[in-house]
């Protein structure tokens, strides 16, 4: 089956612009956002929020890279993945590029939730709507009806970004 493009670079660039001002909206008394990336597409979808939300934005935004083995998480070390005090306080966005199952997201979430932390809310570029945890995202570019044997396979790259249904 030949993938189906769903977002081009323009709609993707759009999606992250929306994405960065609801974050803004939801938390614009606060001086400090963490934008935590699960490796390896969400942690270049954090960057790409964070060069969003510099372009309107003040707020001192710390970005972080959260490793989660998917298929093994209790295999790796899941101890703090940083300083308490570099996050004490602060409100924490995990960032993923699509949620399937919600495994991935809930793994990353689990990182912080030891930490002393203001708050945790989730963004994802795609939800796919096929939930095997109760994890929801709170910031979503495109949310899409699959089946489960579909699956959606974000780019990003220098020559352009998309994202494709396959």
């Known amino acids: 089956m030949e993938p189906l493009l769903i977002l081009n670079h323009q709609q993707i660039q759009q999606?992250?612009?929306?994405?960065?001002?609801?974050?803004?909206?939801?938390?614009?008394?606060?001086?400090?956002?963490?934008?935590a990336g699960i490796e390896q597409r969400g942690f270049i979808l954090a960057q790409r929020i964070e060069a969003a939300l510099k372009k309107f934005s003040?707020?001192?935004?710390?970005?972080?890279?959260?490793?989660?083995?998917?298929?093994?998480?209790y295999q790796k070390?899941?101890?703090p993945i940083i300083a308490a005090d570099l996050i004490k306080d602060k409100v924490v966005i995990v960032v993923d590029d699509v949620l399937n199952s919600g495994k991935t997201?809930?793994?990353?979430v689990n990182r912080f939730l030891h930490a002393p932390v203001k708050?945790?809310?989730?963004?994802?570029?795609?939800d796919r709507n096929h939930k095997s945890f109760p994890v929801n995202a709170d910031y979503?570019?495109?949310s899409l009806a699959t089946t489960?044997?579909?699956?959606?396979?974000?780019?990003f790259s220098e020559?352009?970004?998309?994202?494709?249904?396959q």
Do not use: C
């Open 77 to 79: 070390n899941q101890a």
């Open 159 to 165: 020559s352009g970004d998309a994202a494709y249904l």
């Open 105 to 108: 997201l809930i793994y990353g």
């Open 58 to 73: 003040s707020q001192n935004i710390i970005l972080l890279s959260v490793d989660v083995e998917k298929d093994a998480p």
């Open 148 to 155: 489960f044997k579909q699956h959606i396979k974000v780019v």
């Open 15 to 35: 999606k992250i612009n929306r994405m960065a001002y609801q974050i803004f909206e939801n938390n614009f008394a606060e001086s400090d956002i963490v934008l």
């Open 140 to 142: 979503v570019g495109l």
């Open 119 to 126: 708050k945790i809310s989730t963004l994802v570029l795609v």
